[in-house]
C-alpha cells in the first residue's frame, strides 16, 4: 500500500501457493532464458534472410531496427515477469526458511543451556554429599568441643 497526498493505493499480491509443488521455478525460469534466447536467433535469422519490406513499401534500416527492439522489447517484459514471478516464489518460501533457521539456532542454544545446567546440577549434588558426610564429623567435633569446654570449665573451679 502507498499513500500519496492521503489517497490510498493498493496494490494486488501475486502469490504462488496455487502451483503445485512439483513445479521447479528455477527449471523454469531457466527455460524462459532458453527461449528468449531462440526467439532472438530466430529474430536475427528471420530479418538477416528474409527481408521485412517487400514490395512497393519503404523500407530502411530504421524500420527494421525498430521492429527488432519491439519484439526483443516485449520478450524482455515477458522474461521480467517471469523474473517477478520466480522472486515471489521464492519470498513465499523465505518465511518458512527463516523460521526453521531460527528454531535450528534455538535448539543448539537451548541444548546448550540445559547442558551448562545438567553440569550445575551434578556439581550441586557432589557437594551435597560431600557435605552430607561432614556433618557427622562437625557433629562429633561439636559435641567434643562441648566436652571440652566443661572439663576445662571445671579444671578452672578447682583451686591449685
Request: proline residues 4%; glycine residues 6%; hydrophobic residues 50%.
Amino acid at each position: 500500500m502507498v499513500v500519496l497526498l492521503n489517497i490510498q493505493i493498493k496494490f494486488p499480491s501475486f502469490s504462488l501457493k496455487t502451483v503445485s509443488p512439483s513445479v521447479n521455478l528455477p527449471v523454469t525460469y531457466y527455460v524462459a532464458i532458453c527461449v528468449f534466447f531462440v526467439c532472438l536467433a530466430a529474430i536475427v535469422i528471420k530479418l538477416t534472410f528474409w527481408p521485412v519490406c517487400v514490395g512497393s513499401t519503404a523500407c530502411d534500416g530504421w524500420t527494421v531496427a525498430g521492429l527488432s527492439a519491439t519484439i526483443l522489447g516485449v520478450l524482455a517484459a515477458f522474461l521480467g515477469i517471469l523474473g517477478a514471478i520466480l522472486l515471489d516464489a521464492w519470498w513465499t518460501g523465505l518465511d518458512k526458511r527463516v523460521e526453521d533457521r531460527v528454531a535450528d539456532a534455538f535448539k543448539l542454544q537451548i541444548q546448550s543451556v540445559q547442558g551448562s545446567i545438567d553440569q550445575q546440577k551434578t556439581e550441586i549434588q557432589t557437594v551435597q554429599s560431600a557435605l552430607g558426610q561432614l556433618t557427622p564429623n562437625i557433629q562429633t567435633m561439636q559435641a567434643n568441643l562441648t566436652q571440652f569446654t566443661t572439663m576445662v570449665g571445671k579444671w578452672l573451679k578447682k583451686p591449685f
